[in-house]
């Protein structure tokens, strides 16, 4: 791997372009770019920020960009880690508090 790539980005670059299959396509005024009489709506730039390192807003620029991205690859990305049998966590017997108006019940884990 090239020593100035880091989490599929150029180290370096400030910005990705959204991932979304339609976001070029949203009629916003941040997307339009091009000289008089030859406008174009155009995908939008992600600054790279320490807020959106290692996450989905690093390569989206909103909700509905991401969701339009999962129900194109959905089948893909699951297809990547598939999932045969459920998780389960450990817990210790649940307790229940009467002192609580709501959540009455405390639910811990095991720990070790």
């Not at 089948?75 to 959540?103: C, F, G, M, Q």
């Amino acid at each position: 791997m090239k020593d100035n790539i880091k989490n599929g980005c150029e180290v370096g670059m400030t910005y990705n372009w959204c991932h979304g299959p339609s976001c070029h396509e949203r009629a916003t005024l941040d997307r339009i770019r091009g000289s008089k009489g030859n406008k174009v709506l155009r995908t939008k730039r992600i600054a790279l920020t320490k807020w959106n390192e290692n996450n989905v807003w690093s390569h989206f620029c909103s909700q509905g960009c991401w969701n339009d991205f999962m129900h194109k690859h959905w089948v893909s990305a699951i297809a990547i880690e598939p999932r045969r049998e459920p998780l389960t966590t450990p817990i210790k017997d649940p307790v229940k508090d009467e002192n609580r108006r709501w959540n009455q019940w405390d639910i811990e884990k095991k720990v070790g």
